[in-house]
């Protein structure tokens, strides 16, 4: 993933920890840690409380959880990232325009000139659980970048999953044009990945 082109990989559970931590002090509900993988360097634990969404898909369709689903990312997009935030989003700026390129002939210069924010990367139902309210596991997609990168990621997600509309439950101003420019990048990335893992399904949906 992204990740290898920011951090040392020695230090890669050490940020996993970092970006887990943090969205705890946004207000994110986490689980407590009990282990880390040792593979993948993914936060684990077994002490989610609630139903799994993917293992509940009619909890997806429930308004509170749409209404939960969107706070998790406009407290994460509250988050302003700092000046060496910014730095570590430069190598991410790198890798997005190399894959952009396959796709395009030149990436839009705009989709750089974006506020950069925490993003989660992964909230799929497998990630989510829900009791009183949503808690989130497993941050090792997450990284700093592109506001409406990561918007695109939650969109294409909540398209997939019914979990909701980002034009009436998202708090932040979007351009819409950029939005569907990474949108499509998000489908194409997501495409590429499945193909990598032989997933048939994950194609078919797509």
Request: net charge negative.
């Amino acid at each position: 993933g992204l990740i290898g082109y920011k951090f040392d990989d020695e230090k890669e559970e050490e940020y996993r920890f970092f970006y887990r931590r943090l969205a705890d002090e946004m207000g994110v509900e986490t689980p407590a840690v009990v282990s880390k993988s040792s593979g993948d360097f993914s936060l684990i634990s077994d002490e989610a409380s609630g139903e799994q969404l993917s293992e509940n898909p009619e909890l997806m369709s429930d308004d509170e959880v749409k209404e939960e689903y969107w706070d998790i990312v406009n407290k994460l997009h509250d988050f302003e990232v700092n000046k060496a935030g910014r730095q570590m989003e430069r190598c991410l700026e790198k890798y997005i325009r190399d894959r952009f390129s396959k796709i395009k002939e030149v990436p839009d210069p705009s989709l750089f000139e974006d506020d950069i924010v925490y993003c989660h990367r992964d909230l799929n139902p497998s990630n989510l659980f829900f009791d009183e309210g949503l808690e989130v596991i497993d941050f090792g997609s997450a990284l700093f970048g592109p506001r409406h990168y990561d918007l695109a990621i939650h969109a294409n997600l909540a398209d997939r999953y019914d979990l909701g509309d980002h034009e009436d439950l998202y708090n932040h101003s979007v351009d819409e044009s950029l939005l569907e420019d990474w949108r499509i990048f998000d489908a194409e990335r997501t495409i590429q990945w499945a193909r990598r893992q032989g997933d048939d399904e994950l194609n078919q949906v797509i």
